[in-house]
């Protein structure tokens, strides 16, 4: 558990010094960065900095992703206490880790919104440090990852998801279900080194332009080790990113996005795929897809906070973190 470090460290979100390390802070008050993070544009000595897209522009169904990124920062406060169980480390004691606030575009000019979300994801990584960014529907993962291959070339993507979203359509257009067909047209994702997880839905034939597909029923059958086993052979060990649809997970688990559908993966599924990865080292990450208008409890946008960090857990065991010996 982290340190009460007492009332002059409350509100972290702008009043903590320091990039690492996790501090108690009640669950209910104070600035809700992201895990209780520096809200922050100086990213000097920063590894890796958390960012919303609030996009819903381009869904299919229903929006309201565009409340996503603060849904899950809410949710996350609850658990920005300390070492994350079972990894029995706080990844933020390994990263230095901001909240960067959002991305802005004029909803009244939506064709210009591409290129807002790339510059923004640019603007980081020329300055060296990686992204987690919290959507947002899921076509914001397509001009991010304009931003990722243009530093790193194309990318395996590892991608949580019921839907392959590889519908055809015309170049340009905004569309939550069609835009990994353009990233993989316009060479930003390597399709053979890429792998699509949880995945229910066939509108597309059965093309993914050669990803490997892990439809729901086969993780289902499978073991969460035999999962990761499959995503690592694939990738391999050139670049990667890792994007996770909140509607990979079944709507009785996350009923909080726009296009739930039945026979999903439960929480502690996904988990365990994505701790049986450890030692993978994806370039940047994503969470998408949160409406927290639909959600109950807040069980999805907790589900998603969890998710968050636990892909930062992967991050930072790749990086060398160690689990403490102190009982959690
Ligand atoms: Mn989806």
């Not at 809200?39 to 920063?46: E, H, W």
Request: glycine share 10%; aromatic share 8%.
């Amino acid at each position: 558990m982290g340190k009460d470090v007492g009332e002059e460290l409350q509100d972290q979100g702008f009043r903590r010094d320091r990039l690492k390390g996790s501090f108690i802070e009640p669950s209910y008050a104070g600035t809700l960065s992201f895990f209780r993070r520096k809200y922050s544009r100086d990213l000097t000595g920063v590894d890796l900095a958390v960012t919303g897209i609030p996009l819903d522009l381009t869904v299919s169904n229903r929006p309201g992703t565009r409340f996503g990124p603060e849904g899950i920062r809410k949710a996350s406060a609850q658990h920005a206490w300390g070492p994350i169980w079972p990894w029995r480390f706080d990844p933020f004691d390994t990263l230095a880790c901001v909240d960067y606030g959002d991305c802005h575009f004029d909803w009244g000019t939506p064709m210009e919104i591409p290129d807002a979300i790339t510059a923004h994801i640019a603007e980081i990584l020329e300055k060296g440090a990686a992204t987690l960014t919290l959507g947002g529907d899921h076509f914001i993962t397509y001009p991010i990852l304009r931003a990722y291959a243009a530093k790193y070339g194309p990318l395996a993507i590892v991608q949580f998801d019921a839907h392959r979203d590889v519908e055809e359509g015309a170049p340009g257009r905004l569309d939550h279900g069609a835009m990994f067909t353009y990233a993989v047209n316009e060479g930003l994702v390597d399709p053979t080194r890429s792998v699509q997880v949880g995945i229910r839905t066939c509108f597309n034939g059965e093309k993914s332009h050669g990803m490997t597909i892990l439809y729901a029923d086969d993780v289902h059958r499978m073991s969460a080790e035999d999962v990761a086993g499959i995503i690592r052979e694939k990738v391999g060990q050139g670049p990667a990113y890792l994007t996770f649809d909140i509607d990979c997970l079944d709507p009785s688990t996350a009923p909080g996005t726009g296009t739930p559908v039945p026979g999903g993966l439960t929480s502690h599924q996904a988990l365990s795929i994505l701790r049986a990865m450890k030692g993978m080292d994806f370039k940047g990450m994503d969470v998408v897809e949160v409406s927290p208008a639909y959600d109950h409890a807040e069980m999805t946008t907790n589900a998603a906070a969890i998710i968050a960090v636990e892909l930062l857990c992967l991050k930072a065991y790749a990086r060398g973190a160690k689990p403490t010996a102190i009982p959690i």
